[in-house]
């Protein structure tokens, strides 16, 4: 992404990452731009919907400067999630060798991470998630050397670990991170590609 490229709006921005999602459209990724994005991703980090994902009580710059850190990191990266130029929620990757959550469990060259915040739908759309999930999964998994997805989500998020565990993802053991307790869920690339299509 080029420094041109982040004063653009999202929908002109490019993507690392497009595919047509059956029922929802057009599926983009934009790398985040932590002072054009800082408002969007403040407006939904402050939503009691997102209480887990930790920003609720931090001021717009704080959270633009986690991006700003977040941005800095080869081994970390945020995007957001864009549906028919709508933004609808970030997307995170990470590798757990070089995070935190690598020191909690076995962590293999092979595992690379993600954490997913929807922003407020303006009308529900059948099946969304689990839908959107396929498409970013399908792009974890372009790395062929990645073969299993790990996500984290709190403890306490029993809406979250009932959607990935319900889309096909394992659970493993409770870890405690210095900020929360997590429950760690796990998809490989075999159980991902043997789902069934739709």
């Known amino acids: 992404m080029t420094g041109a490229d982040t004063a653009l709006p ?20 934009v790398v985040i731009a932590p002072e054009a994005d800082a408002d969007l991703i403040y407006s939904w980090v402050r939503e009691e919907r997102a209480q887990f ?23 970390h990266h945020g995007f957001v999630m864009v549906v028919e130029d709508q933004p609808v ?15 909690a469990y076995p962590a293999r060259p092979e595992d690379t991470g993600m954490h997913l915040l929807l922003a407020p ?52 053991p409770r870890v405690q991170l210095a900020e929360k307790e997590a429950q760690l869920v796990f998809l490989t690339r075999e159980k991902f590609e043997s789902r069934p299509a739709g």
């Open 10 to 29: 999202l929908a002109a921005r490019s993507a690392v990452f497009e595919e047509q999602l059956a029922g929802l459209g057009r599926l983009r990724l």
């Open 53 to 75: 994902w930790g920003m609720g009580a931090m001021t717009r710059d704080e959270v633009r400067d986690i991006y700003l850190f977040l941005d800095s990191l080869d081994t």
């Open 89 to 103: 929620g970030i997307f995170q990757t990470y590798e757990p060798l070089h995070d935190p959550v690598g020191e």
């Open 121 to 172: 739908a303006a009308q529900p759309v059948p099946h969304f998630t689990a839908t959107l999930l396929s498409g970013l999964i399908r792009f974890l998994l372009t790395d062929p050397s990645k073969d299993r997805v790990v996500a984290e989500p709190d403890a306490r998020n029993r809406k979250a670990i009932g959607r990935l565990v319900g889309y096909g993802f394992e659970p493993g």
